[in-house]
């Protein structure tokens, strides 16, 4: 890093055609100028300088050392600028991992709004269930729901989405309305991965309820499809079920409890991200907060 430093100020003061116009130029001390491209001669064995009292020229050395070295300046610095575009105007291909469900359900008009407000960007968005390997597979990052795993990835945590329980018209006219968690005993529960009870807060306490029933599902999408079809009741976040409660197909029971609040992150490999992967990670904070 010392000799792109040196290689820099050498191109510096072949330019200002002195080290005095150099040094102002650049804000750096004459004598430190003067000793850097010494140090500089001394590495490569050769001088590259002749120096006078009124002015410098390049020796054959110098010359060829000074094509090259302006070149790798210039590289150098046209790579920052176009970093610093990057930021402040992100680009590039976002590939992203996400729970299939919530992603369709809920993070689509965020994507979108995201589309729109950064035109530069392009996006490969993965929505299998599998967990990918960000390790070994060329993802930007991994949208998640629950507790994060114990690994080496970095988890950046989103918000969190409060479960309400929620049931169809149809079901309820059918097998009634119940009052309190320990009533959904006797009701269909729409469990999703077959958990074995329903944590509830409220009143100012915390309730564990069996969740039975006569589905076994992976898929909040067809656990929801279900409850519309009469088929029961389900545990789920408001903004996973918003369409169908404005449509009418679900209605809030027992609001005067809810599940725990389950956790979304953000899981990357790395802390040090392009823009944007950057950017992304703060929209959804934003909004998911």
């Known amino acids: 890093m010392e000799l792109l430093n040196d ?11 002195g080290f005095r116009n150099a040094a102002e130029a650049i804000g750096v001390p004459n004598s430190t100028l003067s000793r850097r491209i010494a140090a500089l001669e001394k590495s490569i064995g050769l001088r590259l300088l002749h120096r ?6 390049l020796t054959e050395a110098g010359l060829l050392y000074y094509e090259r070295c302006r070149r790798i300046v210039d590289e150098a610095r046209l790579a920052h600028e176009q970093l610093g575009e990057m930021l402040a105007q992100p680009s590039g291909v976002l590939r992203a991992s996400l729970p299939v469900d919530f992603a ?4 689509a008009p965020m994507i979108a709004e ?23 597979e060329p993802f930007d ?5 629950g507790t994060p795993e114990s690994s080496q990835l970095i988890a950046r945590t989103l918000g969190a989405l409060t479960p309400g329980l929620y049931a169809s018209p149809g079901y309820l006219a059918r097998a009634g309305e119940p009052a ?8 269909q529960c729409l469990s999703v991965l077959k958990p074995d ?4 807060h409220g009143e100012g306490r915390e309730l564990a309820v069996a969740a039975g029933g006569r589905f076994a599902l992976n898929s909040i999408g067809l656990a929801k499809r279900l409850a519309t079809l009469d088929m029961g009741i389900v545990l789920m976040p408001q903004e996973i079920v918003a369409d169908e409660v404005a449509s009418g197909g679900l209605r809030r029971i027992m609001p005067g409890w809810h599940g725990t609040p389950v956790p979304v992150y953000a899981l990357t490999e790395t802390r040090l991200l392009p ?14 907060r």
């Open 52 to 57: 006078t009292t009124r002015r410098i020229e």
């Open 141 to 145: 990052v991994a949208v998640r729901m």
């Open 275 to 288: 823009a944007k992967t950057q950017r992304f990670i703060e929209f959804l904070q934003q909004r998911l």
């Open 197 to 200: 009870a329903w944590t509830f």
């Open 7 to 17: 290689m820099a100020l050498f191109v510096e003061v072949v330019k200002a055609k």
């Open 104 to 107: 369709v359900t809920y993070l």
């Open 180 to 187: 309190s968690p320990a009533e959904l005993a006797g009701h």
């Open 114 to 136: 995201f589309a729109r407000l950064h035109p530069g960007i392009d996006f490969d968005l993965d929505l299998t269930p599998r967990r990918v390997d960000l390790v070994s």
